[in-house]
């Protein structure tokens, strides 16, 4: 006979049914124990054990024994669930114990019909008669269902012999399930978060190339005490498919014009050499760059050769190890180099040769992540800021912008997440330009700091890869002509990349990352097979296009604060020396993030103020 629940006859939504915590409970327990707890008189919980005792009721009848079978676990729980959990198959109901007695009287949770057949056997006649009331049945069907074959799984690997080591973690899953969705429990969602970024951060890095890396690897190095800054770096291409980092042809020199770029690729040289002092991590392989220092090679030209000189100079002047050659000497060294029109040469001798991006970029990653660096893939799409309006004592009008925000939407979804923080990094390489637009830099009266934006674009350039039987041997630098044409071995297999920039008036299309073949033909080859003549029988293998985060002003870095974004900080614009140089820029970032001002390298000719004020830091040995 079966009875109404006090709720149910009401028509009210019942609430958790009795015993529910105690069934739970009884759960976990009987899977550690090996035990099971089956109802007592008064509703009580009593412990048996797992083997199943010899059945002296009489054979059910035919179809039913493998029913009785599936049902053996539910029942044995079921007086302790109270009915909690849901169903054991489709049509029948939910049960809740009331004191269940020698005659096994059961009381039904909501307001399904059901039946008890001669032989024993609880059936149901129909269904809820509410919509809601079937949504609610077909959930608990589907919690009990898990719950059932999970119990049952474990019987059989009990009496299998068969191991049980994660049945614990299955339960706590279960039991918090079962919790987040009862009435009144606490609501826990089942919707995985995990894809999307913390709610908060101390720095937000806008761009997660090498350059943010290097950023987000000296914020944590230099952190006065650990686990003190929060630091989330946003990227928007996790696949680095089209990252200027790993398209780059990977070169590192000190042969520089200015004096703060030479130090910053001396600096970065040292950390290079020493790689796995800095980014080792416990039991992960260490890390082999594939350093070639075979060096650079700058050819000038009768007009070139005195400022190829001061360079020279001021190199030595900043550590560098370079020398001047002579074309008598330049053919003395390397006899396969055409020295007709070239008046002077400077060699590397020391720090200067090529890497592989590819591995310091996962370095840097795998490093920055057991520092406890965030990650999420994603888009800035905007930035959320107050503002304070000033005036000078010129008596210009100025406004100060603090950002408060910053919106991320998630990679092919349209769901983004706000992520409040202190301190926001635009390391976002080519498209820095347009980060900063978001942020409001440039929004403002011409002419005025407010209105001065910042002057990064993409610039598209291509790199080629051919095959030479006959060119140059193993002791071949990088070579830079003075048609501006480059080149480098690329392995062991008389293998060669290089490239060429295009003139002004003859810039590519940055919308893209194809290729222009023609270009190759046109403006590359000639001077190649003229410089190297062994050269005229290559044989293009591939090719592929990468981005500059070009710097229209004075093609040389930014890095800094933004003079009225207050906590906009720059690490972008280097025109193809990025790469070579993020260790050392990173670490200049870092320091004026925690410091306020630049320690290791002063990089004051490299704020964004000097856009404003008209101050170039022209660098003259660009790529």
């Given at each position: 006979m079966v009875k109404k629940s006090s709720m149910a006859a009401a028509g009210k939504e019942p609430g958790p049914p009795p015993g529910t915590q105690a069934a739970i409970t009884a759960a976990s327990c009987c899977a550690k124990l090996r035990t099971r707890h089956t109802s007592g008189p008064g509703n009580r919980l009593i412990r048996t054990s797992a083997q199943r005792p010899r059945d002296s009721s009489p054979t059910p009848p035919a179809g039913a024994r493998d029913l009785r079978r599936r049902q053996a676990c539910q029942w044995r729980v079921g007086a302790g669930l109270g009915g909690a959990l849901g169903d054991a198959r489709k049509g029948s109901t939910a049960y809740q114990a009331e004191g269940r007695g020698a005659a096994g009287q059961w009381a039904r949770s909501d307001e399904w019909p059901v039946a008890q057949s001669s032989d024993g056997w609880l059936t149901s006649v129909g269904y809820p008669p509410t919509a809601a009331g079937r949504w609610r049945a077909m959930l608990r069907r589907a919690l009990w269902l898990g719950l059932r074959r999970g119990l049952l799984g474990r019987e059989l690997g009990t009496r299998r012999g068969g191991s049980t080591l994660d049945w614990d973690g299955k339960v706590s899953n279960?039991?918090?399930?079962?919790?987040?969705?009862?009435?009144?429990?606490?609501?826990?969602?089942?919707?995985?978060?995990?894809?999307?970024?913390?709610?908060?951060?101390?720095?937000?890095?806008?761009?997660?190339?090498?350059?943010g890396l290097s950023v987000?690897?000296?914020l944590k190095r230099l952190e006065k005490r650990r686990g003190a800054i929060r630091v989330l770096v946003v990227e928007r291409?996790?696949?680095?498919?089209?990252?200027?980092?790993?398209?780059?042809?990977?070169g590192i020199r000190q042969q520089f014009s200015l004096p703060e770029n030479i130090q910053l690729s001396l600096f970065s040289a040292e950390f290079l050499r020493n790689i796995n002092e800095y980014?080792?991590?416990?039991?992960?392989?260490?890390?082999?760059?594939?350093?070639?220092?075979?060096?650079?090679?700058?050819?000038?030209?009768?007009?070139?050769?005195?400022?190829?000189?001061?360079?020279?100079?001021?190199?030595?002047?900043?550590?560098?190890?370079?020398?001047?050659?002579?074309?008598?000497?330049?053919?003395?060294?390397?006899?396969?180099?055409?020295?007709?029109?070239?008046?002077?040469?400077?060699?590397?001798?020391?720090?200067?040769?090529?890497?592989?991006?590819?591995?310091?970029l996962q370095g840097l990653r795998r490093?920055?992540?057991?520092?406890?660096?965030?990650?999420?893939?994603?888009?800035?799409?905007?930035?959320?800021?107050?503002?304070?309006?000033m005036e000078t004592i010129s008596g210009e009008e100025v406004t100060l912008k603090r950002i408060h925000e910053v919106q991320v939407k998630m990679d092919c979804s349209q769901e983004y997440q706000p992520v409040e923080c202190a301190i926001v990094v635009n390391a976002a390489g080519a498209w820095s330009g347009q980060i900063a637009e978001l942020a409001g830099v440039g929004k403002g009266l011409p002419g005025t700091l407010q209105g001065t934006k910042l002057p990064v674009e993409p610039r598209k350039r291509y790199v080629y890869l051919w095959h030479c039987p006959q060119g140059p041997?193993?002791?071949?630098?990088?070579?830079?002509?003075?048609?501006?044409?480059?080149?480098?071995?690329?392995?062991?297999?008389?293998?060669?990349?290089?490239?060429?920039?295009?003139?002004e008036e003859e810039e590519p299309d940055p919308g893209n990352l194809e290729v222009d073949h023609d270009f190759f033909q046109e403006k590359v080859w000639p001077p190649l097979a003229?410089?190297?003549?062994?050269?005229?029988?290559?044989?293009?293998?591939?090719?592929?296009?990468?981005?500059?985060?070009?710097?229209?002003?004075?093609?040389?870095?930014?890095?800094?604060?933004?003079?009225?974004?207050?906590?906009?900080?720059?690490?972008?614009?280097?025109?193809?020396?990025?790469?070579?140089?993020?260790?050392?820029?990173?670490?200049?970032?870092?320091?004026?993030?925690?410091?306020?001002?630049?320690q290791?390298?002063?990089?004051?000719?490299?704020?964004?103020?000097?856009?404003?004020?008209g101050e170039k830091a022209l660098e003259h040995c660009i790529l």
């Open positions: 279960i039991k918090k399930k079962i919790q987040s969705i009862l009435p009144g429990g606490a609501w826990k969602p089942l919707y995985d978060t995990s894809h999307l970024p913390p709610e908060q951060a101390d720095v937000v890095i806008v761009g997660g190339g090498v350059l987000a690897y000296w291409d996790h696949t680095y498919s089209q990252a200027s980092t790993v398209l780059s042809v990977g980014l080792a991590v416990v039991d992960d392989p260490p890390l082999d760059l594939q350093f070639n220092p075979s060096g650079y090679l700058f050819l000038a030209s009768e007009k070139g050769a005195a400022t190829m000189e001061n360079n020279v100079k001021v190199q030595r002047q900043e550590g560098a190890k370079v020398c001047l050659m002579s074309p008598e000497q330049l053919r003395k060294k390397f006899p396969w180099i055409n020295t007709e029109g070239v008046a002077l040469a400077s060699y590397g001798l020391e720090n200067e040769g090529w890497f592989d991006p590819w591995c310091l490093k920055v992540q057991s520092m406890g660096v965030l990650f999420c893939q994603g888009e800035v799409t905007r930035f959320v800021s107050s503002s304070t309006h041997g193993l002791e071949a630098p990088l070579v830079a002509d003075l048609s501006g044409v480059y080149f480098r071995r690329e392995g062991l297999g008389n293998n060669y990349l290089g490239g060429c920039s295009p003139a003229w410089r190297v003549p062994a050269f005229e029988t290559l044989k293009v293998q591939r090719a592929w296009a990468g981005y500059y985060d070009y710097n229209t002003f004075d093609q040389n870095g930014v890095v800094g604060p933004h003079p009225l974004i207050v906590n906009m900080y720059f690490a972008t614009g280097f025109s193809g020396h990025g790469l070579q140089q993020a260790p050392a820029v990173g670490r200049a970032v870092a320091e004026m993030v925690l410091e306020g001002h630049f290791t390298i002063n990089l004051s000719p490299f704020l964004f103020t000097r856009f404003y004020l």
